[in-house]
């Protein structure tokens, strides 16, 4: 079964900090992507990755950055946190193809004070 | 841009209950259509996965149903359960996003003793 780990469940930082959010996988898969989750907003994609150096922005990049220098880790940054960055974050890999369901880590809750 | 849709946005039934939860989404040309469940703070666990040739997908008491042509998605639960208490999303799959999924903003479920 497809395991996709997020190195923090809870993160508290402080407004202007680089933030870090990791996330890895052991499938060897080659997509991988970072999404936010906001009440009354749904999951939005924020950054995704076909493959290692390989990146693409999704809905709502701004304010993030992210880094792929292995395949199988995908990092998310935050260059200069705010408050409106306060959030769930949920990192997902898909299967080898396009009929494979989606696989999400436990995800990171975010508070920038 | 596509927009998906979840109806209703909240449901609460007694214990035993067959139920139904609704998807809509507004282009058609999709890969696939999945439903994942959330539990409070955790990340999306894939329930079912349909793909665009699909008319339906079964698991255990879960059935979900695709009429891609009217845009429409159903979920059907038999006999809930307490511990079918979740949020449940649905989200489509589109060509040209990376596999990345477009999400509908859920439906709350609460399944009473």
């Known amino acids: 079964d497809v395991k996709v780990t997020q190195s923090s469940r809870y993160l508290v930082k402080r407004t202007g900090e680089k933030v870090f959010l990791e996330c890895v996988q052991d499938?060897?898969?080659?997509?991988m992507f970072w999404y936010r989750q906001d009440p009354g907003l749904g999951l939005r994609l924020i950054y995704f990755s076909y493959d290692v150096k390989m990146k693409e922005k999704g809905d709502i990049p701004e304010g993030y950055s992210v880094s792929r220098e292995k395949k199988e880790r995908f990092s998310l940054i935050l260059e200069s946190a705010s408050t409106n960055q306060t959030s769930m974050y949920l990192c997902a890999t898909p299967g080898p193809n396009s009929n494979q369901p989606q696989h999400f880590g436990d995800g990171t809750r975010l508070s920038i004070l | 841009k596509q927009e998906v849709t979840q109806i209703p946005a909240a449901l609460s039934v007694p214990e035993g209950e067959n139920l139904v939860l609704n998807c809509s989404f507004t282009d058609s040309a999709i890969y696939n259509l999945q439903w994942f469940r959330q539990d409070p703070g955790k990340g999306l666990t894939s329930l079912l996965l349909i793909q665009s040739s699909q008319r339906e997908q079964t698991s255990g008491r879960l059935n979900a149903s695709l009429d891609k042509s009217s845009g429409r998605s159903t979920l059907y639960i038999a006999a809930s359960q307490p511990g079918d208490s979740a949020t449940y999303l649905c989200?489509?799959?589109?060509?040209?996003?990376?596999?990345?999924?477009?999400f509908g903003k859920g439906t709350s479920l609460l399944v009473t003793p």
């Open positions: 499938m060897d898969h080659e997509n």
């Open positions: 989200a489509v799959n589109e060509p040209n996003s990376g596999y990345a999924l477009n």
